[in-house]
């Protein structure tokens, strides 16, 4: 599965309105970092990563324009990072637990401590596309969420 997360209009059909053939197939986990550090550089050097990416929508070929992606996934982080992130953004406990794609959603732990800042949340997507970002401090996990994530510029 090629990962190309940039923006576009894909067409917003329904679950409801669409047969079991015509849904997206559920979304491989995969373990393999590049892609989330490429995107994501503020995590730092976390130790482990588990992601999927499904397109929105309703993908067909004989629609023009590129199709919106939703990226999900679990970071470990380093402890160093961790301490980092506390200390340079204000981070509030979560009014709500992190929304996922389903094949992500058993690898985010119940329970958990989650706080949120708008602070980093503003620098990873440089207000150009949606996302969401969940910290765990205690577990050292960070959860994401996206929509048509980008690599920052000159990165």
């Known amino acids: 599965m090629a990962l190309s997360l940039v923006g576009g209009c894909g067409g917003a059909t329904g679950p409801q309105a669409r047969s079991a053939s015509q849904r997206p197939p559920e979304a491989e986990v995969r373990t393999d970092r590049e892609p989330v550090e490429r995107r994501f550089p503020q995590f730092g050097r976390f130790t482990g990563v588990e992601w999927a990416a499904a397109p929105l929508g309703h993908a067909d070929s004989r629609v023009p324009g590129p199709t919106d992606v939703r990226l ?19 981070w509030v406990p979560a009014e709500e637990p992190p929304t996922v794609l389903g094949g992500i959603a058993p690898r985010v732990p119940e329970g958990a401590k989650w706080r949120t800042s708008e602070e980093f949340t503003s620098e990873v997507t440089r207000n150009v596309y949606s996302g969401e970002f969940h910290l765990d401090a205690a577990a050292g996990l960070m959860v994401f969420d996206a929509v048509n994530a980008t690599e920052p510029k000159g990165s």
């Open 72 to 90: 999900s996934g679990v970071a470990t982080l380093a402890k160093a990072d961790v301490e980092r992130l506390l200390k340079e953004y204000r």
